[in-house]
């Protein structure tokens, strides 16, 4: 069996739509009733006034949600702009706090880690009255103790007063700062209050002007309607006297000669086709009928065609899936005897980093202890 090619299918999707075409204007030109009685142009204005009325309602319901959106919007950046602010003074507070309570310099085990420590260590002799022997100072001589005891009170007295001061100017700036965040909320408060009553003075409006304009639209479209009904009873009242006045009821074939020619006919003066158009028409249908079976016959080999085709790909697509799914099973498990094999020697590494680290920190510690025994 030969292959569709797209150029063939194309082709027949044309030929089929073009005949597909000529049925449809075919049905429009043997279709009388159709073609004599015309649209129905209430219906089309009522469709054309709800038309109108749905999209009226339709945008201002767009319009309430884009204004709560907007709303929402705001709210939202004040809220966030809130939180930012609380978060940067709370950061700024806590390295206030660090730098001004929380010195290197005040903890107690400052002198063991300062790297001014030997600077700030007694020199051997105090001054040239200190008696000279082969050592010039020897191990637990302080002869400045009650001096540098003074030193230290009144020192820590200043701090401890410099530290009361800190201590106060920080409370203070927190009650400021307190103060001032606030009153700015109270001021963010006000402000989304303020837009939000804008807000709902917004949709009232919108909600009055939507049922206003549909008011209106009931009372245009019953007015019409009105006046409608009034023009079809003089109308119909028309029609009649013209019927009863007329020879449309006599029942005279010759009324519907037309004079465009003898195949013309008057469409309101009709009263039927003959025999001969009886037979042409039907004769015309069955050629339509056999043409449709035709057409159906070939839409079923050509969806049998892409039905086979598409099969076969699906059976082509299920094969290489498979073929994928071994490829990367088999590469998952060379990469996890790898990942195997690097993680033993990570952990092997790990383990001889740390015998090398505890060896030097013993020696350093060690040496530390000897060199202050000195």
Avoid at 204 to 219: M, R, W
Avoid at 312 to 317: G, I, P
Wanted: glycine share 2%; charged share 35%; net charge positive.
């Amino acid at each position: 069996m030969e292959v569709a090619q797209l150029k063939d299918l194309e082709e027949d999707f044309g030929l089929a739509k073009r005949r597909y075409a000529e049925l449809r204007r075919q049905k429009r030109i043997f279709n009388a009733r159709n073609r004599i009685i015309g649209g129905d142009t209430e219906a089309w204005d009522v469709q054309v006034c709800d038309q109108k009325i749905k999209e009226a309602t339709e945008k201002a319901r767009q319009e309430t949600f884009a204004a709560e959106m907007r709303q929402n919007d705001k709210i939202a950046c004040i809220s966030e702009d809130r939180e930012r602010r609380d978060r940067k003074n709370l950061c700024k507070a806590i390295n206030d706090f660090q730098q001004s309570f929380q010195k290197p310099e005040s903890r107690r085990e400052f002198d063991l880690s300062d790297p001014l420590a030997l600077k700030k260590d007694l020199p051997a002799r105090q001054s040239d009255n200190d008696a000279v022997s082969g050592m010039q100072k020897f191990m637990g001589e302080d002869l400045n103790f009650y001096q540098r005891k003074k030193f230290q009170e009144e020192q820590n007295r200043d701090w401890s007063l410099q530290q009361q001061r800190e201590w106060k100017m920080a409370r203070a700036n927190q009650k400021c700062a307190e103060d001032l965040y606030l009153q700015t909320r109270l001021q963010f408060d006000e402000t989304a209050k303020h837009l939000q009553n804008l807000e709902s003075t917004t949709r009232k409006a919108a909600c009055t002007a939507v049922k206003e304009f549909n008011k209106n639209q009931a009372l245009e479209s019953a007015e019409k309607k009105i006046q409608e009904k009034k023009q079809d009873q003089e109308d119909n009242l028309a029609e009649i006297s013209n019927l009863l006045h007329g020879d449309l009821l006599s029942e005279n074939p010759q009324q519907a000669a037309s004079s465009f020619g003898p195949h013309r006919v008057v469409p309101d003066r009709w009263k039927g086709m003959s025999r001969e158009q009886l037979e042409h028409i039907r004769l015309v249908q069955k050629q339509q009928v056999q043409e449709k079976l035709r057409l159906q016959e070939e839409e079923r080999q050509r969806d049998m065609d892409w039905d086979r085709q598409r099969v076969q790909r699906a059976r082509a697509a299920l094969l290489l899936e498979r073929q994928q799914q071994c490829q990367q099973r088999d590469l998952r498990r060379a990469l996890d005897r790898n990942h195997l094999s690097l993680a033993k020697e990570q952990l092997s590494q790990k383990k001889y980093m740390k015998e090398i680290c505890t060896n030097h920190l013993t020696e350093d510690y060690f040496a530390q202890f000897n060199t202050r025994s000195r």
